[in-house]
Protein backbone atom coordinates (compact mmCIF):
# COMPACT_ATOMS: atom_id res chain seq x y z
CA UNK A 1 0.00 0.00 0.00
CA UNK A 2 1.53 3.04 -0.92
CA UNK A 3 0.37 6.36 1.47
CA UNK A 4 0.59 9.54 -0.81
CA UNK A 5 -0.74 12.47 -0.75
CA UNK A 6 -1.84 13.75 -4.52
CA UNK A 7 -2.85 17.35 -6.01
CA UNK A 8 -6.69 17.34 -5.57
CA UNK A 9 -9.63 17.45 -8.27
CA UNK A 10 -10.93 21.30 -8.73
CA UNK A 11 -14.24 19.99 -7.20
CA UNK A 12 -12.62 19.65 -3.84
CA UNK A 13 -12.17 23.15 -3.78
CA UNK A 14 -15.64 23.00 -2.80
CA UNK A 15 -16.85 22.73 1.15
CA UNK A 16 -17.05 19.32 2.10
CA UNK A 17 -21.20 20.57 3.42
CA UNK A 18 -22.14 21.15 -0.37
CA UNK A 19 -23.89 17.48 -0.47
CA UNK A 20 -23.79 16.47 3.42
CA UNK A 21 -24.80 12.61 3.81
CA UNK A 22 -28.88 12.69 5.37
CA UNK A 23 -28.39 11.07 8.86
CA UNK A 24 -30.18 7.52 9.18
CA UNK A 25 -29.39 6.18 5.69
CA UNK A 26 -26.42 5.27 4.00
CA UNK A 27 -24.31 7.32 1.52
CA UNK A 28 -22.57 6.48 -1.41
CA UNK A 29 -18.89 8.00 -1.91
CA UNK A 30 -17.86 7.70 -5.81
CA UNK A 31 -14.15 7.20 -5.63
CA UNK A 32 -11.93 10.37 -6.84
CA UNK A 33 -10.17 7.79 -9.63
CA UNK A 34 -13.49 6.08 -10.40
CA UNK A 35 -12.75 3.90 -13.47
CA UNK A 36 -14.74 4.98 -16.91
CA UNK A 37 -17.97 3.26 -17.32
CA UNK A 38 -17.52 -0.41 -18.13
CA UNK A 39 -13.46 -0.29 -16.98
CA UNK A 40 -12.43 -2.14 -14.72
CA UNK A 41 -10.64 -1.33 -11.24
CA UNK A 42 -6.99 -1.83 -11.69
CA UNK A 43 -5.19 0.70 -8.49
CA UNK A 44 -6.38 1.05 -5.33
CA UNK A 45 -9.35 3.78 -5.10
CA UNK A 46 -9.09 7.38 -3.72
CA UNK A 47 -11.53 9.23 -1.18
CA UNK A 48 -11.12 12.78 -0.11
CA UNK A 49 -10.36 12.92 3.61
CA UNK A 50 -10.49 16.25 6.05
CA UNK A 51 -9.30 15.43 9.66
CA UNK A 52 -10.76 17.82 12.42
CA UNK A 53 -12.13 20.53 9.73
CA UNK A 54 -8.91 20.58 8.17
CA UNK A 55 -8.31 20.93 4.27
CA UNK A 56 -9.28 18.56 1.96
CA UNK A 57 -6.69 15.41 1.34
CA UNK A 58 -6.77 12.51 -1.19
CA UNK A 59 -6.21 9.30 0.52
CA UNK A 60 -6.41 5.59 -0.35
CA UNK A 61 -9.31 3.62 0.86
CA UNK A 62 -7.69 0.71 2.00
CA UNK A 63 -9.51 -2.36 3.36
CA UNK A 64 -6.35 -3.91 4.16
CA UNK A 65 -5.55 -1.94 7.90
CA UNK A 66 -7.95 -0.24 10.10
CA UNK A 67 -7.49 3.57 10.73
CA UNK A 68 -6.80 6.71 10.08
CA UNK A 69 -3.45 7.34 9.23
CA UNK A 70 -2.05 10.82 8.14
CA UNK A 71 1.12 12.95 8.56
CA UNK A 72 0.89 15.05 11.96
CA UNK A 73 0.94 18.09 9.90
CA UNK A 74 -2.51 17.34 7.97
CA UNK A 75 -4.16 17.83 11.46
CA UNK A 76 -5.36 21.61 11.79
CA UNK A 77 -4.77 22.24 15.50
CA UNK A 78 -2.05 18.80 16.31
CA UNK A 79 -0.36 21.09 18.97
CA UNK A 80 -2.63 21.89 20.86
CA UNK A 81 -4.27 18.52 21.06
CA UNK A 82 -3.61 15.88 24.12
CA UNK A 83 -1.73 12.98 22.35
CA UNK A 84 -3.92 9.57 23.50
CA UNK A 85 -0.37 7.82 23.57
CA UNK A 86 2.12 6.60 21.13
CA UNK A 87 1.10 4.76 18.06
CA UNK A 88 2.36 2.53 15.20
CA UNK A 89 0.68 1.11 12.72
CA UNK A 90 3.07 -1.60 9.91
CA UNK A 91 1.82 -1.95 6.05
CA UNK A 92 3.45 -5.22 5.70
CA UNK A 93 2.65 -5.39 1.77
CA UNK A 94 5.82 -2.28 1.75
CA UNK A 95 7.30 -2.68 4.76
CA UNK A 96 6.41 0.68 6.34
CA UNK A 97 6.25 1.47 9.97
CA UNK A 98 3.76 4.59 10.60
CA UNK A 99 4.73 5.75 13.85
CA UNK A 100 3.31 8.91 15.77
CA UNK A 101 0.62 9.75 18.45
CA UNK A 102 -2.70 8.87 18.42
CA UNK A 103 -5.36 11.76 18.59
CA UNK A 104 -9.07 11.99 19.28
CA UNK A 105 -10.74 14.09 16.66
CA UNK A 106 -13.41 13.76 14.02
CA UNK A 107 -12.74 12.74 10.08
CA UNK A 108 -14.95 13.69 7.17
CA UNK A 109 -14.85 11.57 3.94
CA UNK A 110 -15.63 13.03 0.69
CA UNK A 111 -16.62 11.45 -3.24
CA UNK A 112 -16.09 12.93 -5.91
CA UNK A 113 -19.52 14.34 -6.29
CA UNK A 114 -19.08 16.29 -3.21
CA UNK A 115 -21.59 13.48 -0.57
CA UNK A 116 -19.26 13.10 2.34
CA UNK A 117 -19.94 11.77 5.98
CA UNK A 118 -18.78 12.86 9.36
CA UNK A 119 -17.21 10.43 11.97
CA UNK A 120 -17.75 10.93 16.06
CA UNK A 121 -14.38 11.78 17.07
CA UNK A 122 -11.62 8.51 16.65
CA UNK A 123 -8.34 7.83 17.02
CA UNK A 124 -6.16 8.80 14.26
CA UNK A 125 -2.67 7.76 14.21
CA UNK A 126 -0.73 11.49 13.36
CA UNK A 127 2.56 9.93 11.83
CA UNK A 128 5.90 12.32 12.97
CA UNK A 129 8.61 9.38 11.42
CA UNK A 130 8.63 6.65 9.03
CA UNK A 131 10.76 3.04 9.69
CA UNK A 132 11.25 0.29 7.90
CA UNK A 133 10.83 -3.34 8.35
CA UNK A 134 14.55 -4.96 7.85
CA UNK A 135 13.11 -7.26 5.06
CA UNK A 136 10.64 -4.12 3.37
CA UNK A 137 9.69 -3.78 -0.20
CA UNK A 138 9.27 -0.34 -0.62
CA UNK A 139 10.16 1.66 2.10
CA UNK A 140 12.25 4.89 3.10
CA UNK A 141 12.42 6.06 6.56
CA UNK A 142 11.40 9.65 6.58
CA UNK A 143 11.11 11.99 9.76
CA UNK A 144 8.12 15.01 9.81
CA UNK A 145 6.74 12.75 6.92
CA UNK A 146 3.68 15.26 4.76
CA UNK A 147 2.31 13.16 2.58
CA UNK A 148 0.95 10.18 4.90
CA UNK A 149 -2.94 9.68 4.10
CA UNK A 150 -4.40 6.03 4.38
CA UNK A 151 -8.29 5.61 5.07
CA UNK A 152 -7.97 2.13 6.92
CA UNK A 153 -11.52 0.60 6.48
CA UNK A 154 -10.61 -2.75 6.98
CA UNK A 155 -11.11 -5.76 10.19
CA UNK A 156 -9.04 -8.50 11.73
CA UNK A 157 -6.30 -6.85 11.35
CA UNK A 158 -5.02 -6.62 14.74
CA UNK A 159 -2.87 -9.43 14.43
CA UNK A 160 -1.32 -7.94 11.93
CA UNK A 161 0.99 -5.54 12.92
CA UNK A 162 -1.91 -3.07 13.62
CA UNK A 163 -1.63 -2.85 17.48
CA UNK A 164 -4.84 -1.40 18.77
CA UNK A 165 -7.04 -2.01 15.53
CA UNK A 166 -10.53 -2.54 15.79
CA UNK A 167 -14.08 -1.61 15.65
CA UNK A 168 -13.61 2.19 17.53
CA UNK A 169 -10.88 3.10 14.57
CA UNK A 170 -12.59 2.28 11.57
CA UNK A 171 -14.00 5.47 10.48
CA UNK A 172 -16.58 3.79 8.29
CA UNK A 173 -18.23 2.08 11.47
CA UNK A 174 -18.46 5.56 13.70
CA UNK A 175 -19.99 7.51 11.26
CA UNK A 176 -22.68 10.05 13.42
CA UNK A 177 -26.00 8.00 13.39
CA UNK A 178 -24.65 4.72 12.98
CA UNK A 179 -25.89 1.36 14.86
CA UNK A 180 -29.61 2.12 14.89
CA UNK A 181 -32.20 -0.04 12.45
CA UNK A 182 -32.19 1.89 10.24
CA UNK A 183 -28.48 2.69 9.56
CA UNK A 184 -26.48 0.12 10.70
CA UNK A 185 -22.55 -0.16 10.82
CA UNK A 186 -21.06 -1.66 7.60
CA UNK A 187 -20.14 -1.02 4.58
CA UNK A 188 -20.74 -2.17 0.86
CA UNK A 189 -17.31 -1.57 -1.93
CA UNK A 190 -17.76 -1.58 -5.34
CA UNK A 191 -15.87 -0.77 -8.20
CA UNK A 192 -16.93 2.53 -8.53
CA UNK A 193 -17.34 3.83 -5.39
CA UNK A 194 -18.30 2.76 -1.51
CA UNK A 195 -21.75 2.42 0.32
CA UNK A 196 -21.49 3.75 3.55
CA UNK A 197 -23.86 2.38 6.27
CA UNK A 198 -26.36 -0.64 5.59
CA UNK A 199 -30.19 -0.38 5.61
CA UNK A 200 -32.07 -3.17 6.02
CA UNK A 201 -32.21 -4.16 2.61
CA UNK A 202 -28.61 -3.77 1.43
CA UNK A 203 -27.38 -7.31 1.69
CA UNK A 204 -30.40 -8.97 -0.07
CA UNK A 205 -27.83 -10.01 -3.13
CA UNK A 206 -25.15 -10.38 -1.79
CA UNK A 207 -23.75 -14.34 -0.78
CA UNK A 208 -22.99 -14.02 3.25
CA UNK A 209 -20.06 -15.80 5.14
CA UNK A 210 -20.54 -15.98 8.67
CA UNK A 211 -17.51 -14.73 10.78
CA UNK A 212 -16.58 -15.67 13.95
CA UNK A 213 -15.55 -13.40 16.49
CA UNK A 214 -12.22 -12.30 18.23
CA UNK A 215 -12.79 -11.71 21.65
CA UNK A 216 -9.34 -10.42 22.50
CA UNK A 217 -10.02 -7.60 19.81
CA UNK A 218 -13.57 -6.99 20.26
CA UNK A 219 -13.40 -7.18 16.40
CA UNK A 220 -14.32 -10.60 13.69
CA UNK A 221 -12.32 -12.87 12.37
CA UNK A 222 -10.94 -13.21 8.67
CA UNK A 223 -13.03 -14.68 6.05
CA UNK A 224 -12.11 -18.38 5.61
CA UNK A 225 -11.34 -19.30 2.20
CA UNK A 226 -9.81 -22.63 0.12
CA UNK A 227 -6.82 -21.94 -2.40
CA UNK A 228 -5.75 -24.59 -5.35
CA UNK A 229 -2.80 -23.66 -7.81
CA UNK A 230 -3.47 -25.70 -10.95
CA UNK A 231 -6.71 -27.73 -9.48
CA UNK A 232 -4.45 -29.92 -7.09
CA UNK A 233 -6.22 -31.36 -4.01
CA UNK A 234 -6.58 -31.36 -1.15
CA UNK A 235 -7.21 -27.50 -1.58
CA UNK A 236 -5.42 -25.28 1.27
CA UNK A 237 -8.00 -23.71 3.42
CA UNK A 238 -7.06 -20.14 5.63
CA UNK A 239 -8.03 -16.83 5.44
CA UNK A 240 -8.61 -14.14 2.69
CA UNK A 241 -8.21 -10.54 3.00
CA UNK A 242 -9.83 -8.19 0.35
CA UNK A 243 -7.54 -5.36 0.33
CA UNK A 244 -8.09 -2.50 -1.80
CA UNK A 245 -4.53 -0.98 -1.33
CA UNK A 246 -2.92 -3.01 -3.14
CA UNK A 247 -2.75 -4.42 -6.64
CA UNK A 248 0.10 -7.08 -5.89
CA UNK A 249 -1.12 -10.36 -4.52
CA UNK A 250 0.29 -12.16 -1.22
CA UNK A 251 -0.33 -15.92 -1.49
CA UNK A 252 1.01 -18.07 1.15
CA UNK A 253 0.16 -22.33 0.22
CA UNK A 254 2.04 -24.87 1.75
CA UNK A 255 4.58 -26.78 -0.57
CA UNK A 256 2.13 -29.00 -1.57
CA UNK A 257 0.59 -26.39 -3.88
CA UNK A 258 3.44 -24.27 -4.79
CA UNK A 259 6.07 -27.32 -5.80
CA UNK A 260 7.13 -26.67 -9.18
CA UNK A 261 5.14 -23.58 -9.96
CA UNK A 262 7.58 -20.99 -7.84
CA UNK A 263 10.02 -19.37 -9.30
CA UNK A 264 12.52 -16.55 -8.26
CA UNK A 265 10.82 -12.78 -8.03
CA UNK A 266 12.73 -10.51 -10.59
CA UNK A 267 12.53 -8.06 -7.29
CA UNK A 268 13.58 -10.87 -5.02
CA UNK A 269 11.65 -13.57 -2.97
CA UNK A 270 9.59 -15.63 -5.03
CA UNK A 271 6.38 -15.56 -7.38
CA UNK A 272 4.04 -17.85 -8.62
CA UNK A 273 5.15 -18.76 -12.59
CA UNK A 274 2.96 -17.06 -15.21
CA UNK A 275 0.95 -19.88 -16.69
CA UNK A 276 0.10 -21.18 -13.47
CA UNK A 277 -3.71 -21.07 -12.52
CA UNK A 278 -5.47 -20.06 -9.00
CA UNK A 279 -8.75 -20.83 -7.84
CA UNK A 280 -10.17 -18.69 -4.91
CA UNK A 281 -13.02 -20.56 -2.94
CA UNK A 282 -14.25 -17.54 0.19
CA UNK A 283 -16.58 -19.16 2.65
CA UNK A 284 -14.62 -22.62 2.82
CA UNK A 285 -17.80 -24.64 2.69
CA UNK A 286 -20.16 -20.95 3.05
CA UNK A 287 -21.91 -19.93 0.36
CA UNK A 288 -19.86 -17.50 -1.66
CA UNK A 289 -18.90 -16.70 -5.76
CA UNK A 290 -15.71 -18.58 -6.32
CA UNK A 291 -13.16 -16.84 -8.62
CA UNK A 292 -10.02 -17.34 -10.27
CA UNK A 293 -7.22 -16.40 -13.05
CA UNK A 294 -3.97 -17.51 -14.61
CA UNK A 295 -1.16 -15.65 -13.48
CA UNK A 296 0.24 -13.78 -15.78
CA UNK A 297 -3.20 -13.45 -18.12
CA UNK A 298 -3.09 -9.39 -18.52
CA UNK A 299 -6.22 -9.87 -20.51
CA UNK A 300 -8.26 -11.02 -17.16
CA UNK A 301 -9.20 -8.02 -15.14
CA UNK A 302 -9.22 -10.09 -11.46
CA UNK A 303 -5.46 -10.89 -12.39
CA UNK A 304 -3.00 -9.25 -9.69
CA UNK A 305 0.16 -7.39 -11.32
CA UNK A 306 2.16 -10.25 -9.67
CA UNK A 307 1.40 -12.74 -6.84
CA UNK A 308 4.24 -12.98 -4.62
CA UNK A 309 4.54 -16.10 -2.28
CA UNK A 310 5.04 -15.25 1.24
CA UNK A 311 6.70 -18.23 3.76
CA UNK A 312 7.81 -21.65 2.71
CA UNK A 313 5.31 -23.66 4.52
CA UNK A 314 5.65 -22.29 7.98
CA UNK A 315 2.66 -20.10 8.10
CA UNK A 316 -1.12 -20.82 7.70
CA UNK A 317 -2.46 -20.32 4.14
CA UNK A 318 -3.31 -16.73 3.14
CA UNK A 319 -4.51 -14.43 0.30
CA UNK A 320 -4.51 -11.21 -0.21
CA UNK A 321 -6.85 -10.50 -3.12
CA UNK A 322 -5.45 -7.24 -3.76
CA UNK A 323 -8.33 -4.40 -5.33
CA UNK A 324 -8.78 -6.60 -8.48
CA UNK A 325 -10.81 -8.82 -6.90
CA UNK A 326 -13.64 -6.39 -7.41
CA UNK A 327 -13.96 -6.95 -10.91
CA UNK A 328 -15.62 -10.03 -9.78
CA UNK A 329 -17.47 -8.89 -7.24
CA UNK A 330 -19.17 -6.42 -4.81
CA UNK A 331 -18.06 -6.67 -1.14
CA UNK A 332 -20.14 -6.07 2.15
CA UNK A 333 -18.93 -5.91 5.76
CA UNK A 334 -21.55 -6.23 7.75
CA UNK A 335 -19.83 -5.20 11.19
CA UNK A 336 -23.39 -5.90 13.31
CA UNK A 337 -24.18 -9.11 11.98
CA UNK A 338 -20.79 -10.62 11.90
CA UNK A 339 -21.24 -11.41 7.86
CA UNK A 340 -19.05 -10.84 4.40
CA UNK A 341 -20.89 -10.49 1.89
CA UNK A 342 -19.85 -10.95 -2.15
CA UNK A 343 -22.19 -10.39 -4.65
CA UNK A 344 -20.60 -11.40 -8.37
CA UNK A 345 -20.67 -8.20 -10.73
CA UNK A 346 -23.56 -8.53 -12.94
CA UNK A 347 -25.78 -10.08 -10.40
CA UNK A 348 -27.68 -7.02 -9.12
Same mark, same amino acid.
Given at each position: ?????????????????????????????????????????????????????????????????????????????????????????????????????????????????????????????? *????????????????????????????????????????????????????????????????????? *????????????????????????????????????????????????????????TLPPAQT???????????????????????????????????????????????? *?????????????????RALNAFD??????????????????
Amino acid at each position: MRAATLPLLALLATPFMALPALAQQPAFLPYLNTPAEGAPILRPPTLSLSINGGPARRAIMDTGSTGVVVSASAIPGFDQLTPLGPGELTYTSSGRIMRGVNVMVPVTVAGADGTSVTTQPIPVLA *VTRIDCLRNARSCRPMDAPRRVSMLGIGFARAKDRQPGAGPGRNPFLNVAGMGTPALGRGYVVTRRGVQ *VGLAKDTGGAFQKVKLASDPATGDWQPVPVCLALNARTPAACGTLLLDTGVSIMYLTLPPAQTDGLAVPGLRGGRVVADGASLAISPGAGQPAPAYGFTVGDRGNPVTPQR *VILVGRGDRPPFVNTTVRALNAFDYLFDADAGEAGFRAVGGR
